[in-house]
């Protein structure tokens, strides 16, 4: 397995070498840290220094117990620089240097599971769409967040799944008229 950004025999290490466990906590990796990511977007928008200084910390943890280094180490600069226009000059970068690692780690999952088999409940679909939809609009981030979360579950459908992430993805990366327009082909679609 190759994920660029990430050192996968140190992440292995760490699990004795077992790639189906590594290969599930890199899932659960990318679901909690687009959440994650939703949150400290929150939280620089708002300036709150404290609680980015604290999720940064939980990232940071993150970053370095799946093997991508370089990640983890700009996440303890941006914990522990204390300055907060060190935050606002490194910030946009660091976030989009985590949506990347992601999407690596997403592609590098789906090559390894195959086409996607799940079945899909359209109208919880069109539900959990619209609650994104709404939040992105009313520019509500913990809307947002929520929505996210009901979203996750459908990532994995065939078909319908990379547009799902894709949708995941330009709302972390604050490309919100994107991620509506996702939204909007998907609802047509089903």
């Known amino acids: ?16 070498g ?28 708002e300036t709150n220094v404290q609680l980015y200084t604290t999720v940064v910390h939980g990232l940071k943890s993150a970053l ?18 204390g300055d907060w226009s060190y935050v606002t ?26 086409p996607g088999t799940a079945v899909v409940d359209k109208q919880k679909l069109a539900a959990a769409l619209a609650g994104m939809k709404q939040s992105l609009n009313a520019m509500d981030f913990g809307a947002m967040r929520r929505a996210s979360e009901a979203l996750i579950e459908f990532e ?3 078909g319908i799944g990379p547009k799902v992430k894709a949708i995941q993805h330009d ?19 089903i």
Not at 25 to 43: H, P
Not at 64 to 81: F, Q, S
Not at 172 to 180: C, H, I, Q, S, T
Request: proline share 1%; glycine share 10%; charged share 30%.
């Open 156 to 158: 994995e459908v065939s």
């Open 171 to 189: 709302r972390l990366a604050g490309e919100y008229d994107a991620a509506v327009a996702g939204i909007d082909g998907i609802l047509k679609e």
């Open 89 to 114: 000059a490194n910030h946009g970068a660091f976030m989009d240097e985590f949506n990347v690692l992601l999407a690596h780690i997403d592609n590098t999952l789906s090559d390894a599971a195959g």
């Open 18 to 45: 077992r790639m189906k466990s590594y290969q599930k906590i890199l899932g659960v990796f990318c679901k909690d840290s687009r959440n994650k990511l939703g949150e400290l977007e929150t939280c620089f928008v």
């Open 64 to 81: 370095g117990n799946i093997g991508a280094e370089k990640l983890a180490k700009d996440a303890e600069r941006l914990e522990m620089e």
């Open 1 to 16: 397995m190759n994920i660029p950004g990430v050192n996968v025999d140190k992440g292995l290490a760490r699990l004795g």
